[in-house]
């Protein structure tokens, strides 16, 4: 399947990140141990999405927009046996680079996240780390919904937006991050519900209150005090998470239909 416009577009905006990671990645074994067990209870968004994984040891994951490789490391260090695909061939050099440092046998390719190039029903659990809000939902769904098994897991981390307030204050923050592509932009609450139909969400949380970006600002050692207030203060006030710019869920497939199932069908 040809790529669009917009994929192009991503390969070279991944060209640009790929260059300079390739200068400045340096293995670093303790962040590793950070996500191995993390508490339920966890302040940060990625923590917290390594906690919903449960036990995967031997079980068939997909890194799907894997990148660099980062996050499939972490789920090599916990028994899986992971797949990461990525539309970027420049990243996904850097992927199999990063996992032979840390001595993971991974399966990397490039590919489109709407034809990823494995069988249906083949994976156990999609790992979806900042991927959708770059992607046209629809086509993703149906790709993401085809190669899991039933009864398979997605989880998936998302910057998102409710609040139009919070993304004027946002945009007037002189924060950026690096290699941002024209085309992204966070997602709204009902465009995950969309993306999530069909699937029983198991578990939902919001984090990062504008309060984090804004401590940026000011220093990364107040990073992690502003991770602890930001879970106190959405733990205590449930309503502020409509202003909080990270989602987390965990969905899972419906099951495959049993011969009883078959035989009401029939009926």
């Known amino acids: ?20 990671l390739q200068q400045s990645f340096t293995p670093n074994r303790k962040n590793i141990e950070r996500y191995l067990n993390p508490p339920a209870d966890a302040a940060f968004a ?18 799907y927009g894997c990148g660099s490789g980062a996050d499939a490391v972490l789920l090599a260090a916990r028994g899986a046996s ?44 999609v790992f979806s780390h900042a991927i959708l809000h770059h992607l046209d939902l629809p086509a993703a769904r149906r790709e993401v919904q085809r190669v899991l098994k039933p009864g398979g897991a997605l989880i998936i981390l998302e910057p998102v937006r409710d609040s139009d307030f919070v993304a004027r204050v946002r945009r ?8 941002v592509s ?10 995950l519900d969309v993306f999530c139909a069909g699937m029983d969400c198991e ?18 050692g107040l990073g992690r005090p502003a991770q602890r207030l930001d879970r106190l203060l959405l733990q205590t006030f449930p309503s502020l998470a409509f202003y909080a710019t990270n989602e987390v869920r965990k969905l899972r497939m ?5 011969a009883s199932d078959r035989s009401v069908v029939r009926e």
């Open 172 to 179: 007037r923050i002189p924060f950026r991050r690096a290699f």
């Open 203 to 220: 578990a939902r949380r919001r984090f990062r209150l504008p309060l984090l970006a804004l401590a940026q600002l000011f220093g990364p």
């Open 254 to 258: 419906p099951p495959a239909p049993t």
């Open 82 to 125: 992971v797949i990461g695909v990525d539309i970027s061939p420049d990243l996904i050099e850097i992927a199999r680079k990063r996992a032979s440092t840390y001595g993971f046998a991974i399966e990397f390719k490039a590919a489109s996240a709407y034809d990823l190039g494995l069988p249906g029903n083949s994976v156990d659990l």
């Open 182 to 191: 024209q085309h992204e932009a966070p997602l709204k609450a009902g465009q």
């Open 46 to 63: 990625l923590e917290y999405a390594f906690h919903l994984l449960g036990d995967i040891r031997g079980r068939k994951v997909l890194d």
């Open 1 to 20: 399947m040809p790529y669009t416009d917009q994929e192009r577009d991503e390969i070279e905006r991944s060209a640009l990140e790929a260059a300079h």
